[in-house]
């Protein structure tokens, strides 16, 4: 069986263009074009729609499309399964993970990994959360780093760690002296720097004002949690964080940071339902766990020193 025409039509369906899947297959777009042709006239149907400026699949094309993802998935099962049967000296994990949590994460757990593990490739895989999902359950990664509510059934996760949240105010900010019980009803109509649309951080961020029936004044929208923090940090306005970007850029405790009560960001690994876990798998997720959980009880400690905002 020829695996890659499998390979082949899947990425032109996803790129919707013979010249981008052409470059991401690293041949040539004439000999991909050819290929394509050859194997819709051996099948008898047509698989793409070449009418329109974008590339789509025709109905056969997406029932294509859908066999070849199960055939694809079976067969790395497969792999898998064998590689495991021989033994744990060899393997691969391709691991999904955002790339801001990918920023503190993968220090913590890569280098004890490989101590114990030196011959398990690991290859890495950066993307936003929404499309980790679908990677993962398209077969494009075995695992990843996820953020909840994991929006798909067919997806499994064990948590490695609840993140506090943190408000973080311009430092001359009135709010930076205040003591006792405080309430986010003081900041609601503030200027805000906020992430993009679709970021999970700004999902969790709507949410704290859907809460109050506030709409926020955003005047800034980022992609980077560290530049919003930073922003925020020099007077421009508030922003909301979770706890590994203060990790992250190795901030103390100040008076312009606020733990924002009753709010947790769980983080957790997640994988396919129902599939097979490689035993170089199963090793990277126990030791991910171990690692977070040390973070954990470290993060803990540290944050008794924060003052406490609460969500009314």
Known sequence: ??????????????????????ERLYISQPSLSQYIIRLENSLGVKLFDRTATA???TFAGEKYIETAKNIINLNNQLTRELNDIVNLKKGRIILGVPSQAGTYILPLILPRFYEE??????????????????????????????ALPVQHEKIQYEAIMNEKMFLIAPFKHPICKMTGNIKFNLVKNEKFIMLKKGQRMRLISDEIFSRMEVKPNVILEIAN???AYRLAASGMGFTIVPENVLCL???????????IDD??????????????ITRATREFIIKLKKVMDEEYTLRSKNSEDYKKIHIE
């Open 117 to 146: 593990f030196p011959n398990i490739e690991i290859i890495i895989e950066e993307n936003i959360v929404s499309e980790l999902e679908q990677m993962l359950l398209d077969g494009r990664v075995d695992i990843a780093i996820l």
């Open 1 to 22: 069986m020829d695996f890659r025409q499998f390979e082949y039509v899947t990425i032109v369906a996803e790129e919707k263009s013979i010249s981008k899947a052409a």
């Open 55 to 57: 590339i789509t699949l």
């Open 225 to 227: 949690l560290a530049v």
């Open 263 to 276: 709010l947790e960001h769980t983080l957790v690994v997640a994988y396919r339902k129902g599939e097979y």
């Open 249 to 259: 850029l190795n901030t103390k405790p100040k008076e312009s940071h606020f733990i």
